[in-house]
Nanobody, 125 residues
């Protein structure tokens, strides 16, 4: 089981990025896929989650209204599109997979069994 996060980079404030999380060894439709980030000196923060089996999505307040999480079953890939980026969005972004996620635990890193390696997003002011 592997997750490969990509799509990070340097972007100006107000810009957009689309992060990708490519899965191998399992089908994303069978798992809840979460997005997290960890900024310098900060704890890992849960941002979003998608259960592509029923299409349900979740967003943390910090990204709600300016992010969209989606899944492409044919590519076995989950995406996180982020708009109106701010310098405080600078962090390493991770995707993670959970076979059975409890809604109240969506933002808890220990709820996820598998993790990607992270992709760095830097937002300049």
């Amino acid at each position: 089981v592997q997750l490969q996060a990509s799509g990070g980079g340097l972007v100006q404030a107000g810009g957009s990025l689309r992060l990708s999380c490519a899965a191998s060894g399992f089908t994303v439709a069978d798992y809840a896929i979460g997005w997290f980030r960890q900024g310098p000196g900060k704890e890992r923060e849960g941002l979003s989650c998608i259960s592509s089996s029923d299409g349900s999505t979740y967003y943390a307040d910090s990204v709600k209204g300016r992010s969209i999480v989606s899944a492409d079953s044919a590519k076995n890939t989950v995406y996180l599109e982020m708009n109106s980026l701010k310098p405080e969005d600078t962090a390493v972004y991770y995707c993670a997979a959970s076979l059975r996620i409890i809604v109240s635990m969506i933002r808890t890193p220990s709820s996820y069994e598998y993790w990607g390696q992270g992709t760095l997003v830097t937002v300049s002011s």
